[in-house]
Each structure stands twice: as structure tokens, then as C-alpha cells.
């Protein structure tokens, strides 16, 4: 393929866990002293990404500490595993008034909050960073999350999903129910609005009544895109319906391509068109100037946390108390009993199981073993020079459709780590035509969909 016509990768930075599972205090991390939530050290990293072309900043979220491992927040509070968090919405206003082009994705989970809120919030921040603003929508598997907003178990799976896609559905009619046009703010007759084109919602679900309208002017976007990353049977059919763009996990290439497979079909069985939904690709990534160097610093990985404190990730993120194990199992019957107490049947446990086998019997030891490879992202961590990094990059770009990108994240240190891609990979990328070169859009959703 003739470079010029090498079609353009999307690029995300992830700053969900710059400060949690142990990376805080890696070797170059937070410089100077300083701590999370630290607002300079965020708009450093907003500038960073601008000079890289970044599409966008994007936080997870989550509102509880981990207590599924052994019923307690203890080791999650001891080691910082998934904590300390809090609500981005304010570092994201701060980091807007030092950029002007890269976009902001925002997470909230469907399963907690009410679309009406949630409209409102984005609708505001979407004014604020002048049309930047994306929403990640989730659906929770996780029990501290769920106990702080009065559930005493987890949703059903498959309700979860229907409640998510009612909650876009709201959020949509109330996004709509200020028209574009229906602002005229006339100085001479004092006329604020035209009434016909503000209309009430009148939404009667399973889930939400809404009357309505949003009580806001319409925002730039109109509608922030809609992220989701939704990877079950269930979820794809969520994500096929409602999303934008599709969030794929740092997964085995062959686990990649048949999710973007399973979500082509999906689209298609919704009448929506494949080649218009895009999926970014969670990615950990070490760039050095060599492949040695790179590797070396891979290593470091392993030594951020104890196993234990990966217990306390897995069982947070699994929705499921890995610290109850017998000493030895199937992966297979694990899985079973996960899906059954309505956790997550999909991610660590599905990966592993494709790797060794669903059936292979494994000790307590060699699971965590793999555990803490995985809650560390050592065994999904490409480190490499530049080229070789960019190599990988697109061997999965076109091999899952060439349609997205990559959101870079799990990084070792901050902000260093993103320096090193923005100087070194960034140009190699956009060498070989991958990546834009300036911004062409004045918003996020144009930007996102500028290919």
C-alpha cells in the first residue's frame, strides 16, 4: 500500500490509572513532589497530547474502593489499587483553558445515574471545552460501586444493557429537545428562545421517566459521540445500537479481530453501516530508543505491586472474590460460577481461558502468577523503539479493519512515558502517513471522524 493512501489511525490517551495501582511511584513518575489530583501536572499532560495530535483525554471511572477482595477496602486503600479516584469533570475544564483542539472523553455508568443529569453535565462541558466533550457509557460490574448508590447486588447482565441503551435513548431526545436554531437572544425585542422549537421529551420507560426539555442551550456537537465498550454477546449488541465508537481491551490479536468481526455483524443486524463505527484499541505501551532500553523498563512493571494487591484488582474489576479460590480449578468452572453471581463474564478470565485453555487445571499460585501480569498489563505492554512499536500498531490496525485507532494507556510513568511517544512515535506514525499532522475539525466528533 502506497503510504499516501495508508489510512489514518486515531489516538487516545488514557489517564485513568497515572496515579493508582502503583505507577505513582515508579521512576520518573510525578515529578517534583507533586500528587494526585495535582491540576498542573494535568494540563501538562493536556499540552502534550495537543502537540502529539491526539484525538482525545480519556478517564475511566469508578466511585467506590475496591471491597470485593476479602470483603474489605483494606488492601485497596494500603496499596492504591483503584483509588484514589474523583469525578474528571473539573481537571477536564481546567485542561480545556490551556488547549484548543483536543477532545475530552468522559465516563459515567448508565447503571447508577440518571440520563437527565448526565445530559445536562455534558451538554455544560461540551460548551465549555467548545464542542470537545465524548461520553465513555458503562455499565458497572463492580460491587463497591454499586453499594454507594443503594444496590445490594449487581444488576441483572442483561438489564444492565437494556437500562444503558433507554439511558442514551434519553439522553439523545433530551440532547434534541433544544432545537440548533432555537436560541435567538434578540437585544432589541428581548426575545431569549423561540418556543416552538423547545419541546418536552415526555419519556415513559422501564427504566426513566423524563419530562423534559433540557433546560440548556444546545451544545456545539449537538450530540457528544457516544463511546462503549461493550465485548459480550449483549454488550456488542448495546455497542452496535448506540455507539460512536467502540472500545476494544488490550487483548490477543485474535481476540481483537473476532470482537471487531462480532461487532461488524452486529451493526449490520441493526442496519447500521460497519465501515462508519470505528473501534480504538486499549494499547499499554514503553517507548525507548531502543528495543533493549524499552524492554528493560517493561520490567519495572512487575515490581509496581504485591500479588495481593492484584487480588484486589482482579476481584474489583471481575466483580468477584478471587481470594475464595480452592487450590486448584478450571478456568472454565470459574468462569461459570463468575456469570452466575451476574459479574463479568468476559475480560481476565475469558483471556486467560483462551490462552491456556478453559479446561486446564491451574493452582492458586500459577493464577496469580498470570494475575498479576495481567493487573500490572506486563504481558499486553508493546515496548519497543518507535518502529517497532509503530510495526505493531499497524499489524492490528489492519488486521481489526482499519477503522479507529488506539487509546494509549496503563502507563509506566507520567508524564514522561507520553513525552517519549509524542517525540519519537508520534512522528514515526506520521511518516509512514498514519497520523494526522495538524487538526482539521473544530470539534471533537469531527475530529474523531476526519478519515
Known sequence: ???????????????????????????????????????????????????????????GDGTGIP???????ETAVHWGIGWPRQDLSPLIVAMSRVTKHVGFGLTYASTFM?????????NSLDHVTGGRIAFNVVTSTRRADAAN???????????????????????????????????????????VADPAKVKPIDHAGRFFKVKGPLNTPPSPQGHPPILQAGSSPRGTLAAARIADVVFGGDKPLALQVRQRRDLDAALRDVGRDPATVGMVWQIPMVVAATSAEAKARKDGLLTMIPREAAGAYLSHNIGYDLSKLPARFTLGG??????ATQASPVGFIHELAHEVGKDTELTRDEFFEHGLRHATSYDTTVAGSAREVADHLEEVFEATGSKGGFMVGHPISMPGDLVDIVDHLVPELQRRGRLRTEYTGRTLRENLFDD
Not at 67 to 73: D, F, K, L, Q, V
Not at 114 to 122: F, I, K
Request: proline share 4%; aromatic share 14%.
Open 114 to 122: 440518571h440520563p437527565y443529569y448526565t445530559a445536562r453535565l455534558l
Open 67 to 73: 471491597s470485593t477482595w476479602r470483603g474489605s477496602i
Open 149 to 191: 448508590f443503594g444496590f445490594d447486588e449487581l444488576m441483572e447482565h442483561a438489564a444492565r444493557y437494556e437500562r444503558l441503551e433507554e439511558f442514551i435513548e434519553v439522553c439523545h431526545k433530551l440532547w434534541d429537545s433544544v432545537a440548533p436554531d432555537a436560541m435567538l437572544w434578540n437585544r432589541e425585542t428581548g426575545q
Open 1 to 59: 500500500m502506497e503510504r499516501a493512501l495508508a489510512k489514518r489511525m486515531h489516538l487516545a490517551f488514557d489517564v485513568s490509572y497515572i496515579a493508582l495501582d502503583g505507577r505513582w511511584r515508579m521512576p520518573g513518575s510525578w515529578p517534583g513532589g507533586r500528587t494526585f489530583p495535582d491540576v498542573e501536572m494535568y494540563e501538562e499532560i493536556a499540552r502534550l497530547a495537543e502537540r502529539g495530535r491526539f484525538d482525545m483525554l480519556f478517564s
Open 334 to 339: 470459574l468462569n461459570a460460577e463468575i456469570a
